[in-house]
């Protein structure tokens, strides 16, 4: 027996005032943006941004989501279920650290006259960071694993 479903269908959703407002926004936004990027090509540089978003997207759909699929398979096969949140904890920790700093690791601000303006060993830094990252989830491991036993 069958019970019909009173909730809204996907089909039966309207756009509101509030979307639309907000939708109006958000295009206005873009156009000044936009607009800001053509109207200062010398220090925006349109067509490496255009270069930069395009490999971004690239990057992102053929070698990092991949990737990131390939690292949850073997996790789930790999890694008991008891300890598998922490080492996802610790591995979307470490993703979250390697893509942030990966700009200072790179030094991609490093200007030629100015020593100062990327001043720190930043792949040390990184490798020091992770390395208590998961010296902390091996400590979370051990207990976990010794209050199961």
């Known amino acids: 027996m069958s019970v019909p479903d009173d909730r809204p269908q ?16 958000g295009w ?12 200062h090509r010398i220090d925006t540089r349109p067509a490496n941004l255009a270069t930069f978003v395009a490999g971004g997207a690239l990057l992102h759909d ?8 390939l690292i ?5 096969r790999l ?30 601000g490093l200007a030629t006259h100015n020593p100062t303006s990327v001043p720190r060993n930043y792949a040390l830094n990184l490798t020091v960071v992770l390395g208590l990252v998961w ?7 051990i207990v976990q694993l010794r209050r199961r036993a």
């Open 10 to 25: 996907p089909s039966d959703h309207r756009a509101g005032p509030a979307f639309w407002v907000s939708a109006a926004l």
């Open 28 to 39: 206005t936004v873009i156009a000044v943006g936009l607009r800001g990027l053509l109207s």
């Open 62 to 69: 053929l070698v990092i989501a991949p990737a990131v699929l």
């Open 72 to 76: 949850a398979v073997a996790l789930t």
């Open 79 to 108: 890694v008991p279920s008891r300890a598998r949140a922490t080492v996802q904890g610790a591995l979307l920790i470490t993703g979250v650290l390697a893509l942030f700093s990966y700009p200072l690791v790179r030094a991609f």
């Open 135 to 141: 010296a902390v989830a091996a400590g979370a491991l």
